[in-house]
């Protein structure tokens, strides 16, 4: 019987993400060709399915990853226009520094620069609580973000990209910016240690703003 539950379940969210095709494939004429979003939807299903604890909302979020990954190849393909830099980060899970680096950005760029966050290794779990903690102690809200494998086209589109703790696992394009910050894993630290790396990450930022998008 849960074979047949599995069944549907998967049929169903088939069902989901081919309409998800169809929305975006729409949003993109002209700029991706349909089954290229095809692709580019399904295998965001299949990327974070891997990783996914639970699994209620994934066409959902692939739909969002989606979305994300097709304006970055629309970017880099120079068919759709970069309004401000692109920063992107990338630590291993995607569960900690790299969202924390990517929520205090998009709080005090206010629209300067637009941001993305990535994992080599993403974590199924989320954002780490303690993450999401001393963010909204500093007022700083994640929202709704989750944790999402890199991919090619996110690191083509990007303006500079910055590692923290994931090796070489971020291919070299010419012509971008890339940075390596050395930051402990807030995994592995109790809360005090969580706004140690907090602090240091805004200090990072701040500094990354002044060169990339000097506040008018």
Known sequence: MSGVHGQDAL???DAVLHRAAERLA???????NPETVDRVVFESYAA???????????PSLAERFALDRLTALAQSKGVLAKPVPEVLYV????SGRSQMAAALTRHLAKGRVHVRS???NPSGAGILPAVVTVLEE???EVGEEFPKPLTDDVVRAADAVVTMGCGDAC???PGKRYLDWHLADPAELDIDGVRAVRDEIR?????LLSEVSPAA
């Open 11 to 13: 049929l169903s969210a």
């Open 26 to 32: 729409h949003r993109f004429d002209g700029m991706v």
């Open 48 to 58: 974070l399915g891997r990783t996914a604890v639970v699994k209620t909302h994934l």
């Open 91 to 94: 630590c291993v899970q995607n």
């Open 118 to 120: 990535a994992g080599s």
């Open 138 to 140: 500093i007022g700083v």
């Open 171 to 173: 291919p070299l394009y």
């Open 203 to 207: 200090a990072h930022v701040e500094e």
